[in-house]
């Protein structure tokens, strides 16, 4: 069973930024594909961002595209999501999630791990 806590979320003015962290429990972190969603009040979750097992691929939705970086520590079984030049937009819980299947897939069902998220708010 693999634990999730993400953490660094917070009230951001736009055109801010912040950074998302995700520790994973896992000793086996590095065989797992890392993903970022998203869900704002009365939407459903949505893709943000993923990165592969080793770090070497990253996929992004197109809403953040240039402005968040995903990146990977395995050796400190950690994941972070870099958002720059956040919008009002942006604004919902973050949630980061694991799947076993190592490539950075953007499909809900390919994560079967999900931690329990953090809030972003950025005020206009």
């Known amino acids: 069973q693999v634990h999730l806590i993400e953490s660094g979320g917070g009230l951001v003015q736009a055109g801010g930024s912040l950074r998302l962290s995700c520790a994973a429990s896992e000793r086996t972190f590095n065989s797992y594909a890392m993903g970022w969603f998203r869900q704002a009040p009365g939407k459903e979750r949505e893709f943000v961002g993923a990165i592969s097992w080793s770090g070497g691929k990253m996929n992004y939705a197109d809403s953040v595209k240039g402005r968040f970086t995903i990146s990977r520590d395995n050796a400190k079984n950690t994941v972070y999501l870099q958002m720059n030049s956040l919008k009002p937009e942006d604004t919902a819980i973050y949630y980061c999630?694991?799947?076993?299947?190592?490539?950075?897939?953007?499909?809900?069902?390919?994560?079967?791990?999900w931690g329990q998220g953090t809030q972003v708010t950025v005020s206009s």
């Open positions: 999630a694991a799947s076993p299947y190592g490539s950075s897939s953007s499909a809900f069902s390919s994560y079967n791990h």
